[in-house]
Every structure is written in structure tokens, then in C-alpha cells.
């Protein structure tokens, strides 16, 4: 930028019309030196402050994993699927109707049986009175030959 000013131009240091570029020319090299040593110090501070700040959460983040792992080996167990005992041991309700059940079911099938040889034994006697009933009867002699037919077979 060239300014219109009737002075020749110069290079020297302490030339005025080069100390209106930046306000930092006025300054004394002195305080330059401590203001670079104050921002030298102040970022030096905060990188201090990150790594201690850090530091702080690297401990606080190793005890998170410790009391995570015993959470998760928790979780773990408690989403793996369970076999039917386990199921079983924890529903004792439900165990407890269907083993009513099984043992309903059983006598059932016991008495039923008990229940068809009665009846075939009883069956058995009726067509025993039955056929000695026909044996004895005097009028039908056919009657009488089926009914011997049965005393035999």
C-alpha cells in the first residue's frame, strides 16, 4: 500500500509511516518478550490443567470398567436363556399344575382301566345268566342248542 505522501520512501526502522501498520511497532521489544512469555505461560498452564483434567478421568473411567464388568456379567447371565428346570424352579406354580395335572391324567387312566375289566367281567356274567336262562327255557329247543354252543365255546 503506498502511501500519498509527498516523503521519499525509506526502510528505516524509525520511520513513522512504517510504525502505522501495526500497533504492535510502538511497543517496546521488552514487552513484546513478556508478552510472549505470559501467552508461553498461559497455554503451558492450560495444557497442565487438560492433563491433570484427564489424568482425573482416566482413574474415575478404570472404575467404571471395574463396576461395569460385574453389571454385565450380571446382564449376561440373567438374558441366557434358561433351561426348563431353571424355568421350572422359578415358577413353582405352574410346575406344581402340571404335575396336579400328570397325576390326574394317570388316575384317570387307571380307574378307566379298572373300570373296562369290570365291565367285561360283568358282561361275561350277564351272557352266562343269560345263556343258562336260555338253557332252561323248555318251549325253544334251537334257543336251547345255542345256549349249550356257548357252555362250550
Known sequence: MVLAT????????RDESRSRRSPLNRVAPWLRLIIVLVFAASGIAVTQFCAHAFSIEKPVTQAQIY?????AQYNEKQTRPKSFWGKAKDNLPALAAILGAVITASVAIVSMSFNYQATLRRQQDTQFDEALRRFGDRDNCIVRARSCSFFQG
Do not use: C, E, L
Not at 509527498?6 to 526502522?13: D, E, T
Open 67 to 71: 463396576n461395569q464388568k460385574p453389571q
Open 6 to 13: 509527498n516523503q521519499p520512501r525509506s526502510f528505516n526502522a
